[in-house]
């Protein structure tokens, strides 16, 4: 099923897709709705789901790497073990050298709201503007994300890796686990 056009796609809670270890490389699920679907460790590599609805969906052990999230639900969803890293290199034209990683996972304004995202490796995760209320992010690896402007809002961040991590204007209250204010 990969590099698939699957935009709009709908599926209900009372009939979840049931498709766990699928392989969707590349596909274009842009405003599906697939709340509750099971996707246990797809292959969901640079998929777009922006302004999908994966709200209970289960995405642990999922591969999301490069993956576009931006204005996604994914309320209540189980995204521990995913992983979320950036997929490639910009490579300088000149001295053929590289320069950063790039084809980070974008799940900016996403709504995380009370998601599992234990252990999930986040790597420069772009989290701008996101709603983590009630998120459980412990021991989650998100050095080098950007939570600027995020709503943190008693989640939960024990044990986290948050080297390098944005937190500008983001609100903290009731977090845990989540550096000071400085």
């Not at 999922?62 to 995204?79: I, Q, Y």
């Not at 709603?131 to 986290?160: E, M, S, V």
């Amino acid at each position: 099923m990969s590099a698939t056009d699957l935009r709009g796609l709908h599926f209900t809670d009372k009939a979840p897709l049931n498709l766990p270890g699928v392989d969707l490389y590349e596909a274009d699920l842009r405003y599906a709705s697939l709340n509750g679907a099971d996707l246990r460790k797809a292959l969901l590599a640079y998929v777009n789901l922006e302004e999908a609805e994966l709200d209970k969906a289960n995405l642990s052990g999922a591969d999301l790497m490069g993956a576009r999230l931006a204005f996604t639900f994914l309320v209540g969803a189980n995204l521990r073990g995913a992983g979320m890293t950036c997929g490639g290199f910009d490579i300088d034209p000149e001295t053929g050298e590289v320069v950063e990683e790039s084809h980070c996972v974008n799940l900016q304004s996403a709504y995380l709201e009370g998601a599992d995202l234990r252990n999930a490796k986040m790597r420069k995760v772009d989290l701008r503007d996101a709603i983590l209320y009630k998120a459980d992010l412990r021991g989650a690896d998100l050095t080098n994300a950007d939570l600027t402007n995020a709503d943190l809002t008693d989640a939960d961040f024990r044990g986290a890796k948050l080297t390098g991590a944005k937190l500008k204007g983001a609100e903290r209250t009731g977090a845990r686990g989540l550096p000071q204010k400085g």
